[in-house]
């Protein structure tokens, strides 16, 4: 049966937004509808501009007979500095300050449209780049690895502290921690990773730099491929960061551990940004 | 500006899509799009017809001063079907089984499209519950307690069997593991739940009970209440369970070490579900 354009719009939204980065050909949405090709081309140069229109996402056209379209999401420039400004008063809030210097974030982390947001707002920057995995280490990264696999639409990899007989075997790495200057071993499931592999490391927040370091060891062991450093939040960190080339969505600049206050700000990632947001807002 | 009906119908289903089981107020809507509520009204229901057809959700309207239209994700009879068949089929290749009986499932549990379904699944069991939060223990019930928490719109807080100082002060109980029989200790973060909530268990993989068991005395410890327990796999196992009342959606049956295969097949989850399931076709 013909199905009318008002309902293939709604049903095509759906199917393109639950599959970022995926090219879908024109025949398949041509036969899901049972309706010619060019009134699939109308509805789609629809989609493309409300979607445009709001600044969600952008959808790009592949043509030619392996062609098709691909939703790739985004968040605006605007979105993007209100959230920002947003999380940087949530993190200033009382009481979130934790022995060592530590934020409690585990309200936030746990929160669906916050990672949302975060797994948007990261997976921005990284758009037109080959991120064939998102890896993290576990437990606190493991929610922002998770949001930003799923806007990139590639599988995420959970890199262990402990040693867990649930993995199968495993490659580890010494590092050092910058914090506690203590020498610490990391590993991951052998299985998990391909030889080649494009990943993007996430992390929930970042003081030295020392786990941030310890799986980019792990990359190079599996013979993979460093993409980026993405947090989202970067401590004050007094020492030398064994990181440099990172983006952080919030960094704390001030810590005051006798009253129990910390000050966030908005981290590098407008600045590192900028050119790109400018571009996708034309 | 006033914007055209097929605008309005790819953003409204994106945005309804983003936000489960929030009531949304139809002038939130016709502010948006500087239309009718009579528009408005007829927009929904071209959405709510698309999803039910579909069986991809329900757009539930609540009526009055305070009303609007609230979307609730679910899936289908037959979609839940394949998808179950599916995963038991995957659980069933070969190089899965781990030593003590364990199964391999970082793969999967990394993939989005693959967490998308269950997370889906699960919500659909849970849709007409009070869910206020859904508890796993880390590392890898993680991706399955997000993913549900994202269709139900709800936080997801995780239990930890290491003691991390970054999580503030915490509520620990003690457990009795029982496939190893032996005493440990598992916590929760203080802040992390409130007294009364109602709480969904999930993990990855249940033997003994003896783990979601442990969640159970914490759920106690907080005065909160326990609404369901919902783990991805179920294992073999030949001792009494700790846990009778659970959904699984998949069950390994046969394990066979020297060979080094299993087979898995459907848990218990259409058998449970199976009148909700035939309501929601209709």
Redesign the interface.
């Known amino acids: 049966m013909k199905v009318r354009?008002?309902?293939r719009?709604?049903?095509m939204?759906?199917y393109l937004?639950?599959?970022p980065h995926t090219l879908v050909p024109l025949t398949f949405f041509s036969k899901r509808y049972e309706s010619a090709k060019s009134s699939i081309s109308e509805d789609l140069a629809?989609?493309r501009?409300?979607?445009a229109?709001?600044q969600?996402g952008i959808l790009e056209t592949v043509p030619g007979a392996a062609g098709g379209v691909r939703y790739i999401p985004i968040m605006g420039q605007v979105e993007a500095n209100d959230f920002i400004a947003e999380m940087a008063g949530r993190l200033s809030e009382t009481d979130r300050l934790?022995?060592?210097g530590?934020?409690?974030l585990?309200?936030l982390l746990?929160?669906?449209?916050v990672?949302?947001q975060i797994g948007r707002l990261i997976a921005t920057q990284y758009l037109d780049q080959k991120v064939d995995a998102v890896m993290t280490v576990?437990?606190?990264g493991?929610?922002i690895a998770?949001?930003v696999?799923?806007y990139l639409?590639?599988?995420?990899?959970?890199v262990?502290r402990?040693s867990?007989?649930?993995?199968?075997s495993t490659v580890s790495v010494n590092y050092v921690s910058a914090s506690s200057a203590r020498i610490e071993k990391m590993e991951l499931?052998k299985?998990?990773l391909a030889a080649g592999s494009g990943v993007l490391i996430v992390d929930d927040?970042m003081k030295g730099g020392g786990t941030v370091n310890g799986m980019r060891s792990l990359i190079a062991e599996f013979d993979a491929k460093l993409v980026g450093i993405s947090v989202f939040a970067e401590g004050n960190f007094s020492g030398d960061r064994m990181v440099s080339d990172y983006t952080s969505l919030i960094r704390v600049d001030e810590v005051d551990t006798k009253a129990n206050t910390l000050h966030a700000v908005a981290g590098n990632y407008m600045d590192k940004n900028a050119a790109r947001l400018e571009e996708l807002a034309k």
Chains 1, 2 share one sequence.
């Open positions: 354009r008002s309902d719009l709604i049903d939204t759906r937004l639950e599959r629809i989609v501009r409300t979607f229109q709001r969600t934790l022995p060592g530590y934020v409690y585990s309200d746990g929160t669906p449209e990672l949302r576990a437990t606190k493991i929610p998770q949001s696999s799923q639409n590639v599988p995420f990899v959970i262990r402990d867990k007989i649930t993995e199968g499931s299985r998990s927040f």
